[in-house]
């Protein structure tokens, strides 16, 4: 499959899902986009070209690949599959690809539906926020077939600094648990360390100045330091959606075993941050907490 030549449909134009699709229309693809809010898919076509589509199947049809990316595992399903689902306009070969933070289990069944079809699918979640989305620059982890994976792999270079096959169906979904149960932790240690410095008589930016050269460097600690001790959290990824998120996570320890003590702690700590009505707060609000 030629990169530069390809159909593509995206699905899902929230606010990373706009910048992405951008970047494929960018890069010389064709792009037919669908968003429920219909005004959204308008606007994406004023500013890009391409073409909006009235249903996630007729965005679909004759595309080389379709890309999604929602909210949740029910909006997964409610534009992948059924007679309006983007499965149901697509023809044998094409691509599924699923961006969108989900469980591993509706990969699997997004996977089997797409299979039946002849039809690859890949579950692809990312990392990197909506600033990674806007620069072209995510993380991105895949699960799927290999050779599903080499032929898609041209296409999610269009925004994915990385982009790497974790292994079947499912692993990429379970890759980005893994990495929102390490950001848990990170936020979390960074408010409590923040907070005491104030508490402590210390300039907290001098703080950071420190002990960023040093092995408490973190992404959060470059990105969300600084702004935690200004009370700013007007950007950056939710806490719904980080609860969202939590709650797949836990959900699947639940079944494999898996111990996370810290990270159900931490969900109890976000559900304080909304009902205080920061829901739509940034993750590092968590500071907020500790900074009364």
């Known amino acids: 499959m030629a990169a ?19 970047h494929l229309q960018k890069a010389g693809h064709a792009v037919t986009v669908f968003n ?15 073409a909006a589509a009235a249903s996630p199947a007729a965005a679909a049809k004759g595309a080389d690949m379709v890309l999604i990316c929602v909210g949740n595992d029910d909006d997964v399903r409610a534009v992948a ?3 309006d689902g983007a499965l149901a306009g697509m023809a044998k070969g ?28 890949l579950d692809a979640p990312v ?40 292994g079947a169906a499912g692993a990429g979904q379970l890759t980005k648990m893994v990495n929102q149960i390490c950001i848990a932790g990170l936020v979390q240690g960074l408010a409590e360390g923040m907070a005491f410095a104030v508490k402590a008589g210390l300039d907290g930016n001098q703080v950071l100045d420190v002990i960023s050269k040093g092995a408490a460097q973190s992404w959060q600690m ?24 939590l709650a797949i996570c ?12 810290v990270a159900a ?28």
């Open 4 to 22: 530069a030549t390809i159909k593509a449909a995206f699905i899902g134009l929230g606010v990373m899902g706009y910048p992405m699709a951008g």
């Open 36 to 50: 429920r809010t219909g005004s959204r898919a308008e606007a994406w076509v004023k500013q890009h070209g391409g």
């Open 81 to 83: 599959l059924g007679s």
């Open 94 to 121: 094409a691509i599924l690809v699923d961006h969108t933070t989900a469980s591993a289990g509706v990969a699997r069944e997004l996977h089997a539906a797409a299979q039946a079809k002849g039809i690859g699918f």
């Open 127 to 166: 990392s990197g926020g909506q600033s990674g989305a806007e620069n072209g620059a995510l993380s991105i982890m895949v699960g799927g077939e290999a050779a599903t994976f080499e032929r898609a792999r041209p296409v999610l270079a269009c925004y994915g600094k990385a982009v790497t096959l974790l």
């Open 222 to 245: 470059e990105n969300r330091g600084r702004t935690m001790l200004q009370d700013k959290f007007d950007f950056g990824f939710a806490v719904n959606w980080m609860r969202k998120d």
């Open 250 to 261: 836990l959900a699947e320890a639940r079944k494999n075993g898996a111990r996370l003590p």
């Open 265 to 292: 702690l931490i969900d109890q700590f976000y559900g304080q941050v909304q009902r205080r009505g920061g829901g739509r707060f940034d993750t590092s609000s968590l500071y907020t907490l500790l900074s009364d």
